[in-house]
């Protein structure tokens, strides 16, 4: 198992189990404590076959290269970063997808996992990455007629690559919230227990050039539907959004830069990907980058990114 330490204690994770023990007996100095965020989310590529109008993914052309991530990586994982959380963008779009993960779950012990759309997998690309794999999300914005509005794609694509993503590790389902898709909240719970997903994970729509984010009247209805919620299948939900939900927060010392990171695909370490707080990283790797983003005020005080999930307590 891998340790990490941290305000909260000593924090122990096995990435092939998802198994997470936290001895919080152990209260080292904070001298101690890791120099990572617990998580990191790095946007392999702006490119994206989708055009969905609550997407917040910046829109012009980017893309890193492999080498630079894999360095980044190896820098994080020495200092106690756990996961990371590969996006987009699309990532599969990404030429070297199936060879970054590959090197990052042989070369660092951290847990590997990717958000995709779905509609490019292919038992071919699914092979590949197997073993390399510790967790999966799956985008599934409503069901029908309702996720085919929202994501101009055939739901019978999408359950192929539901299909296939389950053949390849633990997976969840990721549903954004707004007026189209809250009244399919037990649709969609019904779907991730029948496909076998290990977790729903609720993101509250947020404001993009397109739309706006989730109203009172949406957010009340996402509330209600929540504590009533008695599904088999475990929920999650964004930080933002998530007031008013019935949440439990297993670290609650461990806020902001400790916790979670976000890598664009132009390379700039930002506390969030929607934050316009970033800095880019140089030569000296991204610890250095993250020691200056630390001692930018804006930068030690902003909240935890959307993807830093907090659990539903039901």
Known sequence: MKFRIGPNGVHLFDRLSGLNVLLEELRPKETAWSMSPRQISIALTNVCDLHCRYCYAP??????????????????????????GFGGGEPTLHPDFVDICKRVAGETQLAVTFTTHGHRLTPQLVERLKGSIHFARISVDGVGHTYEEQRGK???????????IAT???????????????????????LAQRVGASELLLLPQQETAAVASMGGVVGRALQDWASNY???????????GASGLPTCDPLP?????????HIDASGMLRTNSYSSVGVKIGGAGVLSALKLIRETPSGSNERRNHEDLERIRV
Request: charge should be negative; glycine fraction near 10%.
């Open 230 to 240: 008695r599904g088999k299948v475990r929920l999650a939900v964004s930080e933002a």
């Open 168 to 190: 390849l590790s633990p997976f969840g389902i990721n549903v954004v919230v707004n007026e189209q898709t809250v009244a399919e909240l037990d649709a969609m719970g019904e």
């Open 154 to 164: 055939q739901f019978a694509s999408l359950l192929r690559g539901i299909e296939l």
């Open 59 to 84: 829109k012009h052309k980017a893309s890193l290269h492999a080498d630079q991530v894999l360095g980044w990586l190896k820098e994080l994982d020495a200092e106690g970063c756990l996961g990371i």
């Open 253 to 261: 010392d461990e806020r902001g830069l400790q916790a979670y990171a």
